[in-house]
Structures are given as C-alpha cells and as structure tokens.
C-alpha cells in the first residue's frame, strides 16, 4: 500500500518562499507521476503542479506558473514543490498525489486521475 507523506508547508509572510516535498514509501515511485493539488477552505481541491514520472515534463496552473517549481527525485522516493513570491492568495492545504496510468487528458489536472493522496500539510501566507 502506497503511503505519502508530505512536509514543508508552514507560515510565511507575502513574498517569501516554501519548499514542500512529499515522501513516497510503498510503490515504485519512478512508475507514478506525481501531482500537487491545494485546498482553500471553502473551496473546492484545485490542480496546482504536475509532473511526469521520468521528470521530463512538468504541468501548473496558470496562477503558479513563474512562481512554483515541481521536480522530483527518483534516487530518493520524493516529489518537491518549490514555491517563490507567495501571495495570501497561495493559503491552502497543500497535498501531494501519485497517478499510474497516463491520463487521457495527458495534463494530469483532475484529482480523479491519481491512485493514492497523502494527508495534506497548510500553506499559509500572511499579507
């Protein structure tokens, strides 16, 4: 069974920068995309970041692009998100997922699309 674990997650003032990584136990990890999904409260799960298994492609959302970095190391089981020029805007729960089977979207932004999630770790940016 796959276990997720993710960390990083904290309080930071606008601007600042956060590193969220994910620790993957339980599957072959070089096997799974992996995605990165948030949650304002209030609002529904949103697709922030994704990338391929080998790391040679990477997907976000509109809103992060510029500012968030996915990547990912095979060697020791663990996705990141880098996160740069925060806005209160970034306040959510943060959540990391793992998806097996390529997605005919191919974009990996639906959360139906991934096979196991971890618990969350909040984000919050203060103004």
């Known amino acids: 069974q796959a276990q997720l674990?993710?960390?990083?997650?904290?309080?930071?003032?606008?601007?600042?920068?956060?590193?969220?990584?994910?620790?993957?136990?339980?599957?072959?990890?070089?096997?799974?995309?992996?995605?990165?999904?948030?949650?304002?409260?209030?609002?529904?799960?949103?697709?922030?970041?994704?990338?391929?298994w080998s790391g040679g492609s990477s997907y976000y959302v509109d809103s992060v692009k510029g500012r968030f970095t996915i990547s990912r190391d095979n060697d020791k089981n663990t996705v990141f998100l880098q996160m740069n020029s925060l806005k209160p805007d970034d306040t959510a729960v943060y959540y990391c997922a793992a998806n097996y089977v390529v997605p005919s979207s191919g974009s990996y932004t639906y959360p139906n699309e991934y096979d196991y999630w971890g618990q969350g770790t909040q984000v919050t940016v203060s103004s």
């Open 5 to 52: 674990v993710e960390s990083g997650g904290g309080l930071v003032q606008s601007g600042g920068s956060l590193r969220l990584s994910c620790d993957v136990s339980g599957v072959t990890f070089s096997s799974y995309a992996m995605g990165w999904f948030r949650q304002a409260p209030g609002k529904e799960r949103e697709f922030t970041a994704a990338i391929s």
